[in-house]
């Protein structure tokens, strides 16, 4: 199916899935809505994202993050998922589409069986957690879509507990540019500061200049000296900064557990840790996670860590790669339950094609009147 067609049925299935959402009575909804009894049909195509700002990681630098749409249509409602595959992850366009072309998901015929869809996906191929999250994701809009009710309300959260979230900056050796990128972080109230490659006393100096906005620091394993993170730790906590996120190499689990012993800031787990049970194993040397759908392989895992986390004592962080406000309003469902978000994987990118999460005062806020992820698709 081509791009337009593609759209166009999504949107046709949009139609049809936002009329019972509003019109659904509570007594009507049990008998109407609890017996489907179609096929679950999935179909997914290639969706490149084009970046308004070059992204300088401390080990590459990128443009465009490749990405894969998904739809999951039942009786005329889609649910709508994606997968962002950042080069780091090690997913791409071929393996998502081959993963989602050997997905056999007409199998069920009870959507609702969330367990047993993720342990077939588990089972047919291990990785590939992008390509599940575009799935899950999908499953959780349509399973909302039939519910008529947002997750977060699912989730039994409260809307009005969803934190700020944070704008990511990162060093730009042109000063304009880098000036520019500070004065978009104007509506936010924790900016978020990509480190790591050699300059970072000089973003936050650059920032300084023009706001005294609160900073987190994401140093994406960019320190490898444990002395000279300490000294970065010490010196942040005397520029408003919340925590320091992925600080050292993943691998250096002991440095990075004895960096926690002085740290004064919280450090918070990222590329160390993927899904569920590597929350216990960041409990040795970090004091929070940052959890992200493309790595949790969903929304379902995703709930489960946010619980084992807190269970655990640590703080939780909900985060997102560069994505539409697809894969980032289905993130925002989870975010009353978090203390820190960085959820602006939309606003990083030019080319959108949903509306969902809205940042209103630097916080976020969930569309509170949407089933499902809480999305509409924008280019019909
Ligand atoms: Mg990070």
Redesign the pocket.
């Known amino acids: 199916m081509n791009r337009r067609n593609f759209l166009k049925t999504s949107a046709l299935g949009l139609a049809f899935a936002a009329a019972p959402a509003v019109s659904l009575s509570a007594a009507d909804a049990p008998t109407r809505r609890t017996a489907p009894s179609g096929r679950l049909n999935l179909t997914f195509e290639p969706y490149e994202l084009k970046l308004r700002h070059a992204f300088n990681l401390a080990k590459y630098q990128r443009t465009t993050t490749p990405g894969v749409q998904v739809r999951l249509e039942l009786d005329g409602i889609v649910g709508y998922g994606e997968a962002s595959m950042p080069q780091y992850l090690g997913e791409s366009v071929d393996s998502v589409s081959n993963f989602l072309s050997q997905v056999d998901i007409a199998q069920f015929k009870d959507p609702f069986r969330v367990e047993e869809i993720h342990d077939y996906l588990d089972n047919l191929m291990p990785n590939n957690r992008a390509a599940k999250a575009s799935v899950d994701i999908a499953l959780h809009d349509l399973l909302g879509k039939i519910m008529g009710q947002p997750w977060y309300k699912i989730w039994g959260l409260s809307p009005e507990k969803a934190p700020n979230t944070s704008y990511t900056i990162s060093y730009n050796a042109d000063p304009k540019e880098m000036e520019t990128e500070i004065a978009e972080t104007a509506p936010f109230k924790v900016v978020k500061v990509k480190m790591g490659l050699g300059h970072d006393k000089e973003i936050v100096e650059a920032l300084r200049r023009q706001s005294d906005v609160a900073i987190c620091v994401?140093a994406?394993q960019g320190w490898s000296d444990k002395a000279e993170a300490l000294e970065m730790c010490e010196w942040l906590a005397g520029q408003n900064c919340l925590f320091v996120?992925?600080p050292m190499p993943k691998e250096m689990i002991d440095e990075t557990a004895w960096l926690r012993e002085r740290s004064p800031l919280p450090l918070?787990a990222?590329?160390f840790l993927q899904r569920l049970p590597d929350v216990v194993r960041a409990a040795q040397a970090y004091d929070g996670i940052?959890i992200k759908l493309m790595k949790s392989t969903g929304l379902h895992e995703a709930h489960k860590m946010a619980v084992l986390a807190r269970a655990l004592g640590m703080k939780v962080m909900l985060?997102c790669m560069t994505e539409t406000s697809c894969a980032v309003t289905a993130a925002a469902q989870l975010s009353p339950m978090v203390d820190w978000a960085?959820l602006d994987g939309n606003l990083l990118i030019a080319n959108d094609i949903f509306d969902g999460i809205k940042i209103v005062d630097g916080k976020v806020t969930i569309p509170e009147d949407r089933p499902g992820i809480g999305v509409t698709l924008l280019d019909a």
């Open positions: 994401d994406n996120e992925q918070i990222d590329e940052n985060g960085d």
